[in-house]
């Protein structure tokens, strides 16, 4: 590199430095506002894997599958599919309608003709019948005047308990997994293309430090913050188009912001070995290693 490079790039740290100094450190990570996730908000969610590689046996910390929202599952009963209505909302209990079209349930073969409408007193001809058959399926019937009311409500109790609940359990983490999924693909798109005001960066966290102020001290004094962080980027599988958490080359940070160095004193050391123990060839910080954040 050349002395003009040099030189440059010392005015550029400079300038990036004198920003940093007059920013006021974040000392809870959850008060990032672009984008924070923890540990205990994936681990169950359907279509997430922790700890893998990829085909090119690079590690990946995470990955999200590309999952699709899932609408109610409907009921095998055509008797109850007739009077069932779904809300806007998914996570909203479906109903019973008030009433319906009789030719609904008749169309679907679940009543007969001659058992949903009272005879009427018509000429005997083809065409009179037509017509009444017409006129009669136009009708509507309540539900609480419905002869199999009782079959209905209890198709409807089934449905609810053995179907609905159930599929609704699994559908909100379902959709979790698709926020998720969501939240990092806009992220990436700002990454990438320096959409946002400020330069950003997607770190991962670990080992939260925790320092919870006494009555007498003001919220200022708490801390929560991660102790270690490193780099990571985001990459998308073309193949299945799932996201790909996957660490970056970069020397892993001891996070020393949100503490004071006057007020700790030991922390300069602590920084100092940090260092020297991540400027080792032979480490690598891995949240799934211990033994790449252990000091032995």
């Not at 019948?129 to 509507?140: F, T």
């Not at 209890?154 to 698709?178: G, H, T």
């Amino acid at each position: 590199m050349s002395i003009y490079a040099r030189r440059l790039a010392s005015q550029i740290e400079f300038i990036k430095q004198c920003a940093l100094m007059k920013k006021t450190p974040t000392q809870d990570f959850t008060k990032h506002s672009d984008f924070t996730c923890t540990e205990e908000q994936v681990i169950d969610l359907p279509g997430i894997s922790l700890n893998i590689t990829d085909d090119a046996s690079e590690d990946v910390w995470l990955r999200v599958e590309r999952l699709r929202e899932n609408s109610a599952p409907k009921p095998n009963s055509s008797l109850l599919a007739n009077w069932l209505k779904f809300p806007a909302k998914f996570s909203d209990q479906p109903l019973l309608q008030e009433k319906i079209n009789i030719k609904n349930l008749i169309d679907d073969g679940v009543i007969a003709y001659e058992e949903a409408f009272t005879p009427f007193e018509v000429d005997d001809t083809y065409h009179n019948e037509l017509l009444d058959i017409e006129a009669s399926s136009e009708k509507e019937v309540y539900l609480k005047d419905f002869s199999e009311r009782g079959l209905v409500q209890k198709e409807f109790n089934d449905y609810l308990k053995e179907i609905w609940k159930p599929w609704l359990a699994q559908e909100k983490l379902v959709r979790q997994s698709v926020d998720l999924y969501s939240s990092l693909f806009m992220l990436n798109q700002q990454l990438q293309g320096n959409l946002a005001d400020a330069q950003l960066e997607l770190v991962w966290g670990m080992g939260i430090a925790l320092r919870k102020s006494n009555d007498n001290e003001q919220s200022s004094k708490q801390i929560k913050y991660p102790l270690l962080t490193q780099s990571v980027e985001i990459t998308l599988d073309q193949k299945t188009m799932a996201l790909l958490i996957k660490p970056t080359l970069s020397t892993p940070t001891l996070e020393t912001e949100p503490f004071s160095i006057e007020e700790n004193q030991g922390l300069a050391k602590l920084l100092k070995n940090s260092k020297e123990f991540y400027g080792s060839e032979d480490v690598s910080l891995n949240p799934f290693l211990p033994s790449s954040y252990e000091l032995s």
